[in-house]
T-cell receptor, first 113, second 109 residues
Framework: NAGVTQTPKFRVLKTGQSMTLQCAQD?????MYWYRQDPGMGLRLIHYSVGAGITDQGEVPNGYNVSRLKKQNFLLGLESAAPSQTSVYFC????????????FGPGTRLTVL | GQNIDQPTEMTATEGAIVQINCTYQ??????LFWYQQHAGEAPTFLSY??LDGLEEKGRFSSFLSRSKGYSYLLLKELQMKDSASYLC??????????WGAGTKLIIKP
């Protein structure tokens, strides 16, 4: 099992460009999450999904959109990148709500110039 | 508001014992996780506490006091590979995880 995979691993964007971060999991988990991690701060939830076709906003959703057409895939989109979105992005998945152990992908390091 | 506090950095010696503390104030409580994160890598699960008391797993133990809003992670017989950041996360009333900023643990020979 690959677990949670993310592509790309690294990306450099110019301000105003758009991109999509891809996440896939092969553990048949219902729940999927997108976080960003910045120095000196805890992981912050951007968006999450409780099943295919169902998404909701987290703590810091502005500037991002998500899509979950299939259970195993969760996409994070940046429509018009800004330098404030320079961060490391982690995708995670979990099997249930009440015991919320989450399994993380390797991360995408994004720099916006 | 919701707040989780951990020390920013700690240093310990190989073979010794270290205790990393976490205090929290959150809207509701449905459990507390500890994760380990090596530099440049993803967080990985270490432990979960939902009831008061100590949970032991090999060299690692985690303690919870819900009345005090307090947890600690105890690492024994420290090894160089234990150099990492340790993240405390509380499961809030909506079952989302609220994360601390992490404690960077430096192990010296």
């Amino acid at each position: 099992n690959a677990g949670v995979t993310q592509t790309p691993k690294f990306r450099v964007l110019k301000t105003g460009q758009s991109m999509t971060l891809q996440c896939a999991q092969d553990m048949n988990h219902e729940y999927m999450y997108w976080y960003r991690q910045d120095p000196g701060m805890g992981l912050r939830l951007i968006h999450y999904s409780v099943g295919a076709g169902i998404t909701d906003q987290g703590e810091v959703p502005n500037g991002y959109n998500v899509s979950r057409l299939k259970k195993q895939n969760f996409l994070l989109g940046l429509e018009s990148a800004a330098p404030s979105q320079t961060s490391v992005y982690f995708c995670a998945s979990g099997r249930e709500e009440s015991y919320n152990e989450q399994f993380f992908g390797p991360g995408t390091r994004l720099t916006v110039l | 508001g919701q707040n989780i506090d951990q020390p920013t950095e700690m240093t310990a010696t190989e073979g010794a014992i270290v205790q990393i503390n976490c205090t929290y104030q959150t809207s509701g409580f449905n459990g507390l996780f500890w994760y380990q994160q090596h530099a440049g890598e993803a967080p990985t699960f270490l432990s979960y506490n939902v009831l008061d008391g100590l949970e032991e797993k090999g060299r690692f133990s985690s303690f919870l006091s819900r009345s005090k809003g307090y947890s600690y992670l105890l690492l024994k017989e420290l090894q160089m590979k234990d150099s990492a950041s340790y993240l405390c996360a509380v499961v809030a009333s909506n079952y989302q995880l609220i994360w601390g900023a992490g404690t960077k643990l430096i192990i010296k020979p």
